[in-house]
């Protein structure tokens, strides 16, 4: 591949369209290298992803206590800020995961803290919870958020939550220790004062069966209050009694009455369940009576049915107190019968219920003190219920769903895409600069120090499809399609590679003084295109209406005959070895017509009767040889006065001396390159070897040129057609999408012929 490497010798400036001309012609090692380098990133980034984490977050709220002593001793300074710091630094404290691996299950309950740290195993487990849990405050809002991080989307939820609640619970007990203390302490108190009240009541039970003591007998403070307390509960029922008379009498007149009234009956004391759930069915009428009030009369039918139940209400609300009264009025005639017998039995105090007192003196001060326990027991309950909460939970822990490590192949595809891009475009540069070919004009010419005459455009297989599709002699498979591209100057005058065919007849003509009739064309290496070059060169001379005789001397592989369709023999080999005349072994254009061209496609494009034809012919001898011998000395002076333009086509340099030998004997040499065939010293050292045997480099015909490999044939954009011309020819052009369309077509109409072709081989 040719070299266009940016260089600043004189007369060459440094440009970025060099730089763009090598990232266009370097252009599929830049996208290899930026796929390779995308897809694998991906892969990777895919396989190697990291184990998946998750964020579970509780947010809590601590409201500020404030002490108005610590407030006085400030003057009014506020500690908030430092307080909230040290609410922080307690959540993520070791006291407080413990007691979270504890709730968690990771550690045994009921293990005590100084179990846990010597078990490295527990150690472990707190540390890892305390390593996973992190804690910050909103400084707008103040919320304190716990954020738990774990590879289990439920630990993490848990984790957060359990974080939480134990400092929540850490907070209250931190809060209210003196309170617990406090009921331990009455706690323990009251198990000892059970205990010595169970034993005093067990000694006083043993002291009465000894003695054989009753309980009438052996308790006179206690048969004197069994009595007063029988007398107080027949005062109770008394009043009782006549709450209920009293009650009765303006119950019935509200019955009597019949006015709309659904107020509750008020009774000193309680009645019964019944006559309370009758009292609020009275009341629940009443609300419902109020709405129906809204849209309804009095003679609505709701409303009327209404009255009717809360009159049965009353009713059986008066049947209640009715018997109520009955069972209350027995209850005290009881009662009075009760007090009667009592004290009756009451009789004188014996001797043995002196100790009996002073024994039941000691329970009853155990009575008193354990209730006094009790008492403050119930306090200490009471203070417990109030207990002071600074801590309450704002938003528990929720479930988290999406990973906080997220792995991002389609990014990391796009870094490595763009890496591979970079790096692409390095190994281009790197490559362009060990690249020793030669490739533009400039460069040809400062290095060969000679001129480039000409250059002929790249055609590819399916643009030639394309461009010989449009004509009806011509064919687009096999060998016909081969020799049409040879000599496209003939096939397809108005296209661009004719056009470049012209050019170098023209600049040919011009640079050569009127004694250079006498061309030899060769190249460095083969499979440069001398031999297409050489062809159309002589077709388009003869186009321009001169004479021009084409001398296949190249002995080795002789194209000519297959680009003409001609017979190989008689040809310059049996010329050179006197077996026929020149003149004799010349092909004509009848020769040319009754070959394998044919007359129609020898007639396509009129200057073919100008050209006459001097093919190979059959080598048995030595080609070196032959040329050197006197014959070919004759035959070129001969010609010489013959023709007005003679074109020799002679093998490559590189590998034969064959044009060295001529070189000398004709008026100038054609050297043809193909862009990036050869290295710079190689295609300088051919040049050298003409010049050293005195032959005579007219110019330098670049061949294979395309936009991606020379800048100077992109300046020019005659890729962008096929056909360099007017009128309908323009519309060759067509848009990118059409373009498009027609390398499709172009490429499936390729693959057809191919099959076409093994098919008719077949």
Partial sequence: MASTSPQTNEGYELNLAEYWQIISRRRWIIIFCALAMGFFSGILTWVKQPPALYNASSSIKIESSINVADLLLRNGASQKFNDIQTQLAIIES??????????????????????????PEYMNEVLDIKDSVSVHQDQVSGIIQITATSHRPAFARDLAQAVADEFQEFNVEDKNRRIFEAKKFIQQQLIIIRDRLKKA?????????????????????????IVSDLEQEFRQATAHLNDLRFAIKPLRQRINN?????????????????????????????????????NYTDNHPQIKELREQAHDILSSMVDELEKQNELTQRRISDIQNSIEKTKSRFQGLPEQALELQRMQRTVRINEDLFDLLEKKYQEVLIKEAEKVQAVSLVRPAMLPVFRINPVKPFQSGMAGLILGLVLGLIVSLVLEAMDS?????????????????????QLEHDEAIELFSGTEELKTSGHHLERQIRLISHFSPPSTISEAYRSLRTNLLFSQTGNHRVILITSSTIKEGKSTIAANLAVVLAQQGGRVLLIDADMRKPMQHHTFGLKRDPGLSECLLGQFHWQDAVKRFSDVMLGDMGIDQALLTPGLDQLEILTCGIVNANPPDLLAAPMMDTILEEVREEYDL????????????????LASKVDGVLLVYHIGSVVRGALKRVKSNIESVGGNVIGIVLNGVRGELSPDYATYKMNRYYAYSYGENEQLRGSPL?????????????????????????
Wanted: aromatic residues 8%; charged residues 25%; neutral net charge.
């Fill in 94 to 119: 070791y006291a407080v995961m413990e007691r979270v691996a504890q709730r968690l299950g990771l550690i045994p309950k009921g293990l005590s803290s100084e179990e846990i740290r010597t078990d």
């Fill in 201 to 225: 009541e067990e000694q006083i039970r043993d002291y009465r069966q000894q003695h054989n003591l009753s309980f009438s007998s052996s308790d006179p403070e206690l048969m004197a209050r």
């Fill in 258 to 294: 019949g006015s709309w009234d659904y107020q509750a009956v008020t009774i000193a004391g309680s009645v019964s369940n019944y006559f309370d759930q009758l009292n609020k069915r009275l009341v629940e009428m009443a609300l419902k009576r109020t709405e129906l009030m809204t």
């Fill in 437 to 457: 070919s030669v490739g533009t004009i400039e460069e040809v010419e400062s290095f060969l120090n000679t001129s480039v005459v000409g250059f002929v455009p």
């Fill in 646 to 661: 003679v074109i020799i086509d002679m093998p490559p340099l590189l590998h034969t001396t064959d044009a060295t030998i």
């Fill in 738 to 762: 059409k373009q498009f369309m027609n390398k499709l077509r172009r490429r499936a109409l390729s693959i057809w012929q191919s099959i076409k072709v093994s098919l008719n081989r077949n």
